[in-house]
């Protein structure tokens, strides 16, 4: 199917939902899928993004403003999935938990206001990882507009780019949890470590990048494309300055480079729930 079609029938879909909560959280997906609902429903669609601290204040910035800038209305709504025993510990299911709660914020959000339904931006190559998080979409009977329509992530990116808003190309970026080994507990301090270490990779210039938390090691990823400009002594120096400044022991600079779900590759078929001492 060609992308002009998906993109009707994406308009078509969403139309048949009516009043709409879109999950959103300025990610490329949820960004057009917003978008995408304002243009159809117009006041009868809300954008709800969470704030917990598992979003970078960078991301949430930039959400709010992107939003704006299109005038899609937002309401900001704070989770607590930091307060649920079951997401803290960090095993295999920890994106259910987040997700659950989230829906199960937007649930009660809905009934307040008057909406009918929730959507938010899953999308056909999505459904090739290991993401938890689709069970309690699926627990709620949460809509998901692009992936009925059958759109990848590259057709959403050149809908994005045709219709000219500029996070066409922003690059994935995933919750800060996400970052963490599986099995080491979710803290406050992890994440806002990943997120200052990752905050001062954008400040080097670095785009696309993760630093993903191994207790005392900071292994960093980095887009194949820039990894030229970071495997210099220069550059490590740096690297290590700014990582063992944030409280890490060793930095390592993962020579696969950036890829998205890295994490998983640990898991077997069996949920991993073991802590890490």
Not at 3 to 16: F, P
Not at 146 to 159: F, P, S, V
Not at 212 to 224: D, L, M
């Amino acid at each position: 199917m060609e992308t002009e079609e998906k993109q009707k029938k994406l308009e078509d879909y969403l139309r048949s939902l009516g009043r709409t909560l879109v999950a959103y959280s300025g990610g490329v997906d949820s960004a057009y899928l917003a978008w995408a609902a304002r243009q159809v429903l117009s006041d009868g669609m809300l954008a709800v993004i969470a704030d917990s601290p598992s979003l970078a204040r960078t991301q949430l910035e930039d959400a709010v403003s992107f939003a704006d800038e299109h005038g899609i209305p937002l309401q900001v709504v704070r989770t607590s999935e930091m307060n649920s025993p079951e997401y803290v510990r960090n095993d295999s299911q920890r994106c259910f938990h987040c997700k659950d709660e989230l829906f199960r914020v937007m649930e009660n959000l809905a009934e307040q206001n008057g909406f009918g339904s929730i959507a938010y931006g899953v999308n056909v190559d999505d459904q090739g990882d290991f993401r938890p998080g689709q069970k309690a979409a699926r627990r709620h009977r949460v809509a998901t507009p692009l992936l009925a329509a059958g759109l990848t992530k590259a057709e959403i990116r050149t809908l994005a780019q045709q219709a000219g808003l500029r996070v066409w190309d922003k690059p994935a970026s995933a919750c800060l949890a996400s970052r963490i080994e599986y099995g080491r507990p979710v803290t406050r301090e992890a994440l806002s470590m990943v997120e200052r270490g990752e905050d001062a990779m954008r400040e080097l210039g670095f785009r696309q990048v993760r630093v993903r938390h191994h207790g005392q090691i900071a292994r960093i990823e980095i887009a194949r494309d820039e990894l030229p400009r970071a495997l210099t002594p220069e550059m490590f120096s740096e690297f290590t300055r700014v990582f063992k400044s944030l409280g890490f022991t060793f930095v390592t600079v993962d020579t696969e480079g950036f890829r998205s779900g890295s994490m998983n590759s640990i898991l077997s078929a069996e949920p991993l729930v073991k802590l890490i001492s």
